[in-house]
Antibody
């Protein structure tokens, strides 16, 4: 099973930015893409964006579209999620997940708690 | 706005069978929705169980199965074990600018 290791917890002020990393143990040529999912305290899962590696195209949820950037460093197999202009409602655990082929989610990172306060 | 609906909660006895469903506000769920199912135990990251409607990962217990039934994606658990108590989320693919939408999750009590 592919392992995804995310960066550590962050505490941020409202209006600031956060950058979360997700390093994969798998070669990127065997990966279709990565998605980012967040979970607010006591809530369900919310897809917030993803990247398709072969074409380097990112798509984002409408809710965060004007504040989020997802990138991929193919040389290190690391995906990044940057969220700008943070608000209290962005407080959540942020997960990355690997997509091996379209429709095939397999591995998940351990999650990164982002607290905006 | 597209809404994916799951039962909020279900209960099953150990050794029993339970069916969780996942429906779309846009109409019938088909194989083109690439339904994925995830299990999340309290305090843990989600774990992938089923992809593209009915495909299992190497780590997915045999008692879990996915299918389509009555226009919905379905996750069936047979011979339920105490460790199956968790929340289960489905995920459907819509393509376009916002391709993936999660269901609200089903909390399964064993």
């Amino acid at each position: 099973q592919v392992h995804l290791v995310q960066s550590g917890a962050e505490v941020k002020k409202p209006g600031s930015s956060v950058k979360v990393s997700c390093k994969s143990s798998a070669d990127t040529f065997r990966t279709y893409g990565f998605v980012w999912v967040r979970q607010a305290p006591g809530q369900g899962l919310e897809w917030i964006g993803g990247i398709v590696i072969a074409v380097d195209i990112s798509t984002y949820a409408q809710k965060v579209r004007d504040r989020i950037t997802i990138t991929m460093d193919k040389s290190t197999g690391t995906a990044y999620m940057i969220l700008n202009n943070l608000r209290s409602e962005d407080t959540a655990i942020y997960y990355c997940a690997r997509v091996q082929n379209l429709g095939e989610f397999d591995s998940w990172g351990q999650g990164t708690l982002v607290t905006v306060s | 706005q597209t809404v994916v609906t799951q039962e909020p909660s279900l209960a099953v006895s150990p050794g029993g069978t339970v069916t969780l469903t996942c429906s779309s506000s846009t109409g019938a769920v088909t194989s083109n929705f690439y339904a994925n199912w995830f299990q999340q135990r309290p305090g843990q990251a989600p774990r992938s169980l089923i992809y593209s409607t009915n495909n299992k990962h190497s780590w997915t217990p045999a008692r879990f199965s996915g299918s389509l039934l009555g226009g919905k994606a379905v996750l069936r658990l047979s011979d339920v074990q105490p460790e199956d108590e968790a929340e289960y989320f489905c995920l459907l693919y819509y393509g376009g600018a916002q391709p993936w939408v999660f269901g609200g999750g089903t909390k399964l009590t064993v």
